[in-house]
């Protein structure tokens, strides 16, 4: 152990110290209490609409009169006769059930039924899936 040189102790003193109290720990009972009995000073504030559902329920009114106005009926756009139509006419031909051919495309069966129905939202990726399962084109040309 030649050349390390004389062994020195560092003996500062180490200072731990407890973690401040937490917002919540400052607003609790016995904290507030305490306080008191202490002397310090202590602020109390009623906040707006505390303790109810009122901003919940009167964020919709903005809109109310505007949804009020509105005469025009939205509606999605389903998939058509002639969609469907090609849907269950290649399933048939193929001797396929609902349920499988579900399973083949990897969707729900109720997918297909909604499908067959008509009362579908399009998606495009559905729709390609099943061209691709059914081996036919399904999309007519387009307008």
């Known amino acids: 152990m030649a050349?390390?040189?004389?062994?020195?102790?560092?003996?500062?003193?180490v200072v731990?110290?407890?973690?401040?109290?937490t917002s919540a720990a400052k607003?609790?009972?016995?904290?507030?209490?305490?306080a008191r009995r202490s002397g310090a000073e202590i602020e109390t504030m009623k906040k707006y609409?505390?303790?109810?559902?009122?901003?919940?329920s009167s964020g919709t009114s903005l809109n109310t009169?505007?949804?009020?106005d509105d005469t025009e009926n939205l509606a999605h756009e389903r998939v058509s006769s002639d969609?469907?139509?090609n849907i269950m006419q290649a399933r048939l031909d193929k001797k396929m059930t609902q349920?499988?051919?579900a399973q083949m495309i990897n969707e729900k069966p109720q997918i297909i039924q909604e499908y067959e129905s008509g009362k579908a939202i399009p998606n495009q990726q559905i729709i390609g899936k099943l061209e691709r399962a059914l081996g036919t084109?399904?999309?007519s040309a387009k307008k």
Do not use: M, S
Not at 16 to 21: C, Q, T
């Open 3 to 13: 050349g390390i040189g004389p062994i020195r102790q560092d003996w500062e003193p």
């Open 16 to 21: 731990v110290r407890k973690k401040a109290p």
């Open 27 to 34: 607003k609790d009972e016995k904290a507030v209490n305490a």
């Open 49 to 56: 609409n505390a303790g109810t559902n009122k901003a919940a």
């Open 65 to 68: 009169k505007r949804l009020d």
């Open 83 to 85: 969609l469907k139509k």
């Open 99 to 101: 349920a499988q051919l």
């Open 137 to 139: 084109k399904l999309r």
